[in-house]
């Protein structure tokens, strides 16, 4: 077995030289500073700092040194290898904050540009409902008026012949602006705008008002404390019930479809006399499913009709409260649910769909004009 070969210069290790050292330094240094993008910097990284570079084959040389040799060669290459790495460190860092800064401009977005990717919404179906109605009541030669959420107690109330004491009052349950002694109410229906067309309008009058109305109810699926009507009012000489029923079957066929009509059953409100809830014919079953067992009908639960809104001829007490002489003018009035008509029309089943306010719900009926 044969010794350390004592005899061995390092120096003649010609890659182990200090000049050949410091050759292979300065060469890896000029090619890191060389280096003008990441890609050109892993190049130098694997020719001065790889496995093969003259730096790595230099110091798997120092193996087969005799160990007085190998301390020296040894912190000589270990140097060197620093400086290239601590180089290569260095350059990495300048050029990743380079090509961060340059992408930063480079990709940066304008917000601000127009696009023709927004998409167009559609409009809420109680508002286009709302509209149409109007539209069948402006050919017909009314004009649509409007009156104030907030209104007086004495117009909600008083002058459409409803006294406090009276017990249609409860029928409604009132929400109050302030106290409950403050005079003034969120209109529980728009028949207060019957009194102030009234007030405010020439004889002879004929106004439709669609409106938001409120009263006090739980949110469920047929009850929403925020809803919709359609106040219908006519004031001229010789107005007759058959006007009042010849209009509202105009009306349903209007927004229901030829051949439905109306039924008036007698009822009580305060305002009209003689008053009538409106029926309006199944557009469903059209009335084959009254009486046919085989055949029942979900839309009337086979009545053959459904409640659509109250009427009546203009009580000549809320004639007198507006002025207006009742022996000389005679008037009808009217009021449907706005939801209802919707719910009817376009087979919504649940009124929360209309009020929570979700754009799926409201898409699905498209920009119907
Ligand atoms: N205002 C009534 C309600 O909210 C509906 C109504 C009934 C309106 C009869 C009228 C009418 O104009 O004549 O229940």
């Not at 405010?200 to 439709?208: C, F, K, Q, S, T």
């Amino acid at each position: 077995m044969s010794g350390p070969n004592t005899s061995f210069d390092p120096k003649q290790v010609a890659s182990l030289d200090a000049t050949a050292v410091a050759a292979a330094v300065d060469s890896a240094l000029a090619g890191i500073a060389a280096a003008g993008d990441l890609a050109a910097l892993k190049e130098a990284r694997l020719a001065h700092a790889g496995d093969r570079s003259p730096l790595a084959l230099a110091n798997r040389e120092i193996g087969a040194l005799p160990p007085a040799a190998k301390a020296e060669a040894g912190k000589r290459v270990g140097e060197a290898r620093g400086r290239v790495a601590a180089a290569l460190k260095e350059r990495q860092e300048a050029l990743e904050l380079e090509r961060d800064e340059r992408v930063l401009v480079e990709e940066s977005v304008d917000v601000t540009l127009p696009t023709d990717r927004r998409p167009l919404g559609a409009r809420h179906p109680l508002t286009t409902v709302m509209e149409r109605i109007s539209d069948v009541f402006v050919a017909m030669g009314y004009e649509i008026v409007e009156g104030p959420e907030v209104e007086a107690e004495w117009i909600n109330f008083d002058a459409l012949n409803v006294p406090p004491d009276h017990p249609a009052r409860t029928m409604q349950d009132t929400f109050w602006v302030q106290s409950n002694d403050s005079g003034v109410v969120l209109r529980t229906h728009t028949s207060p705008i019957q009194l102030r067309a009234m007030l405010e309008r020439d004889l002879p009058i004929y106004v439709a008002a669609p409106g938001r109305v409120f009263r006090a109810d739980d949110l469920d699926a047929t009850h929403s404390p925020v809803f919709h009507q359609v106040e219908g009012l006519a004031v001229d000489r010789g107005i007759t019930m058959g006007d009042l029923k010849g209009t509202l079957d105009h009306f349903a066929e209007a927004m229901f479809g030829d051949g439905i009509g109306t039924r008036m059953r007698p009822a009580y409100f305060p305002f009209t006399e003689p008053s009538a809830e409106v029926d309006l014919q199944c557009f469903v079953c059209r009335g084959s499913s009254v009486g046919d067992p085989d055949r029942p009908c979900r839309t009337c639960g086979s009545e053959g009709w459904i409640e659509w809104g109250g009427c009546g001829m203009v009580n000549p007490r809320v004639l007198r409260a507006a002025g207006i002489d009742p022996d000389e003018y005679r008037g009808f009035a009217f009021g449907m649910g706005v939801e209802r008509t919707l719910m009817f029309r376009s087979g919504v089943t649940d009124m929360r769909d209309m009020v929570e306010g979700d754009a799926r719900f409201t898409l699905a009926f498209g920009l119907e004009a």
